[in-house]
């Protein structure tokens, strides 16, 4: 019975208010708090267009996973709701540590219908449908799914059904992937793996975006607020070396651009 009720695939989006001092502090250190939000809500913006007909395509719901609580407000602006069937599931991620949060959402599927439930970082503005639906067939076959990045930690986590597998473990260490896969194969449960990528977490990581930005049409807003920062132009063309010292602090000017 459980099985037939808990049916549904869910995708959910983690998402945190676009607040200075809250989202992309480490970004904002070397780029100005202002920019590096501006650039986060081009993130925002960029993942809810490309996913907006997601539900329709893989046949699945889609979800903001968002904190802290009162967020919304300042998130719904960026989020599209153009060729959407239904509404998406708004979920505020509550109290505890982002360990704790990520349980909560995995060990309340059942309860709201879900039976296979897929979590994705916002880090990530690149991040293609077709690594979603990979992650999906591989619930088809595995009890857990993980997408890695490069320095140990990973933009994607999913599961089929709820299993204890995040208890205690800290995040944003270089070992967290490895030990959420360790975890779950002494618990005998099966893991697989979607397409390794990065996320943007520090300023050296602004090289890859770069790149692809200017190659790919699925991210206009992460384009334009790259542009207005001026890493894509100027002394901080693609040909031009990108170091830390490269990524200063913008102006105020430019900053209230990416904010209008």
Sequence with gaps: ??????SRDAL??????????????RLGRHLGQQAAIGLYRAFLRDLSVRFASLPQDLGCTLGWYFTPPDAWPELSPLVTTANRAQPPTILAQGDGDWTTRQEALFAGAAARGEGRTVLIASDSPHLATSTIASAFRQLADHDLVLGPVTDGGYYLIGMRGWHDVLRGIPMS?????????????????SVGWTAPTFDIDEVVDLAQLCQLAVTRNDLPATRAALHELGLLTGKHALDAPFTTESFTTVSPTAAAELND
């Design 173 to 189: 260490t270089q070992t967290v992937r490895s030990e959420i896969a360790a975890r779950a194969a002494q618990r005998g449960l």
């Design 12 to 25: 959910y989006i983690a998402a945190k208010a676009p607040r200075p001092g809250l989202a992309k502090t």
């Design 1 to 6: 019975m459980g099985d037939t009720v808990a």
